[in-house]
Nanobody
Framework: QVQLVESGGSLVQAGGSLRLSCVDS????????MGWFRQAPGKEREFLAT????????AYAASVKGRFTISRDNTKNTLWLQMNSLKPEDTAVYYC?????????????????WGQGTQVTVSS
């Protein structure tokens, strides 16, 4: 089983940076591809980034490509999302998710385990 705990969400000014973390507390992390998603108020949850189980392959949504970077350290059971050049429209609850497959995915339905979310608020 996988239990994911996100942290790092905060209030930040536009143009600033944040790094979100996601830890698998049950130490099964290295077997799963991972993803980051977000959900803004009144909107559907959307894909942001995904990374393969070994960390060699990544993919991004067009809206964050070049600004956000997904990475992982399987020795620390930790996933990160480095977010730069933040915009007010990046305000949302951010979720990490785990897929019981070594290959990443764009699709929410492919991810079986989800964290509780962490709030990111970007002020203008």
């Amino acid at each position: 089983q996988v239990q994911l705990v996100e942290s790092g969400g905060s209030l930040v000014q536009a143009g600033g940076s944040l790094r979100l973390s996601c830890v698998d507390s049950l130490y099964t992390f290295s077997s799963y591809a991972m993803g980051w998603f977000r959900q803004a108020p009144g909107k559907e949850r959307e894909f942001l980034a995904t990374i393969s189980a070994a960390g060699g392959n990544t993919a991004y949504a067009a809206s964050v490509k070049g600004r956000f970077t997904i990475s992982r350290d399987n020795t620390k059971n930790t996933l990160w999302l480095q977010m730069n050049s933040l915009k007010p429209e990046d305000t949302a609850v951010y979720y990490c998710a785990a897929r019981a497959d070594p290959n990443g995915s764009y699709y929410m339905a492919d991810f079986r385990f989800w964290g509780q979310g962490t709030q990111v608020t970007v002020s203008s």
